[in-house]
């Protein structure tokens, strides 16, 4: 299992391969964590014991043990459903983070029905800024398209802070550690506006892909709610054909379908 402690920069390689330089920038700017961002000391102050430990226990908590003694792997898609039940009819006010329009159809066809959503538009990863642009143009016309009213929160195009940490971390493989920070970064970010906005609910269309790993995309939107003081709704959208919808509702209103992730890292591995 991938670690979700993407903050310990010490016990990245590329780190210790590294120049003075690079090693600098790294400290300075810090790596996001599943709660935010943490910043970086001089000293080697987190040891591999105390390291193994913490993501030990991270790893054990939201999982629950079978008669067998077994851990079970949380079903998100449940959980939500669960969740969804306990509303009683009532819509709360619910943030949507959106990676993208397509990935946002079927996920606001689900959604709707159930709560007040309001989509935040929040991608410091895609480059160049030019498909940013195109991206967002095509989330405002599927708005637009849909039946009822859906607000957009904008955000204004931050590649900085992207950069600041995932320049450092440019030899991971994609779905690793820098995969894992941007999901921190643009979750914290939606946990946080959300919060200053007085949302009751928010969460994430990335799990619709196939290519994102949903327990870690949970595990880190779970983490930035608690500390936010907003309720995450776990799920996993690419369930129950979450993900071919989506695949149908693209091509229903002739949306752009980009051909990588976001950022130049995950185009390399077209």
Partial sequence: MISLQTAVLFSLPSYHRGDKRTRQKMSFFGFCSAG???????????????????????????????????????NYQAEMEAEIERLGGRRPALLLHSCCGPCSSAVLERLTAHFRVTVLYYNPNIEPEEEYRHRLAEQERLLSLLPGEIPLLNCAYDHEAFSAFAEAMADCPEGGDRC?????????????????????????????????????????????????????????????????RSLQLSREYGLYRQDYCGCLYSRRTL
């Fill in 36 to 74: 935010g961002f943490l910043p970086i000391t001089g000293r080697l102050s987190l040891t591999a014991r105390r390291l193994s430990s913490k993501i030990g226990a991270e790893e054990r908590r939201p999982q629950a043990a079978g008669r067998s003694g077994i851990t079970v792997k949380r």
């Fill in 180 to 244: 894992l920070a941007c999901f921190a970064l643009r979750l914290n970010e939606t946990a946080r506006r959300a919060a200053e906005n007085g949302f009751e609910y928010f969460t994430t269309t990335l799990s619709v892909s196939p290519h994102k790993n949903a327990e870690a995309v949970n595990r880190i939107g779970e983490e930035a709610g608690r500390k936010a003081g907003v309720r995450y709704l776990m799920a996993d959208f690419k369930k129950k054909d979450g993900y071919l």
